[in-house]
T-cell receptor, first 112, second 114 residues
């Protein structure tokens, strides 16, 4: 029951910005958008999250559209180590909604 | 902090045997999650605890699976009896019950049932 749609795969040249899109057209007002990534055989790693404002941290930037129906994760200078599956997840807060449901994600391949 | 600690890292067992996977969450975190990952089904949430109480176990596949959290610093996932289709990587994650905190995942336990 994942609530997001992501492209199955994307390529990016090393050193360039990687822009990963996500559609979440059924998001409700109290749901957050989270991004995680999973490098091969490791546990998923938290990247960033937001409610309605754009967010930036040391790893990435998150751009959320004004209607909140889609978002874009931006890795400003992709490196080979950023090759991973990136998951966009919509999550509520409180009680049984406080859980992350992973979809199939986007496999980002950073090319040298 | 050492992060979320799972043990063992690898487990190979024979069909029909009991398997116990262990998880130590990050100190102070009050939410704990067990996930299973396979190539066919991806990452599936099995069960979720908040303040040591199971909140949602709808992802537990069948009665052969059980999970406990006797205190804030320890949880177990038990499979009895194990079957070859249980072969997967099992991840434990912990978090604060706060939307501004992400989950921290452990390194996982790779279970092989032969």
């Amino acid at each position: 029951d994942a609530k997001t749609t992501q492209p199955p795969s994307m390529d990016c040249a090393e050193g360039r910005a990687a822009n990963l899109p996500c559609n979440h057209s059924t998001i409700s007002g109290n749901e957050y958008v989270y991004w995680y990534r999973q490098i091969h055989s490791q546990g998923p790693q938290y990247i960033i999250h937001g409610l309605k404002n754009n967010e930036t941290n040391e790893m990435a930037s998150l751009i959320i559209t004004e209607d909140r129906k889609s978002s874009t994760l931006i890795l400003p200078h992709a490196t080979l180590r950023d090759t991973a599956v990136y998951y966009c997840i919509v999550r509520g807060y409180g009680g049984a909604t406080n859980k992350l449901i992973f979809g199939t994600g986007t496999l980002l391949a950073v090319q040298p | 902090d050492a992060g979320v600690i799972q043990s063992p890292r690898h487990e190979v067992t024979e069909m029909g045997q009991e398997v116990t996977l262990r998880c130590k969450p990050i100190s102070g975190h009050n939410s704990l999650f067990w996930y299973r990952q396979t190539m066919m089904r991806g990452l599936e949430l099995l069960i979720y605890f908040n303040n040591n109480v199971p909140i949602d176990d709808s992802g537990m596949p069948e009665d052969r699976f059980s999970a406990k959290m006797p205190n804030a610093s320890f949880s177990t996932l038990k499979i009895q009896p194990s079957e070859p289709r249980d072969s997967a990587v099992y991840f434990c994650a912990s978090s604060l019950d706060n939307p501004n905190y992400g989950y921290t995942f452990g390194s996982g336990t790779r279970l092989t049932v032969v």
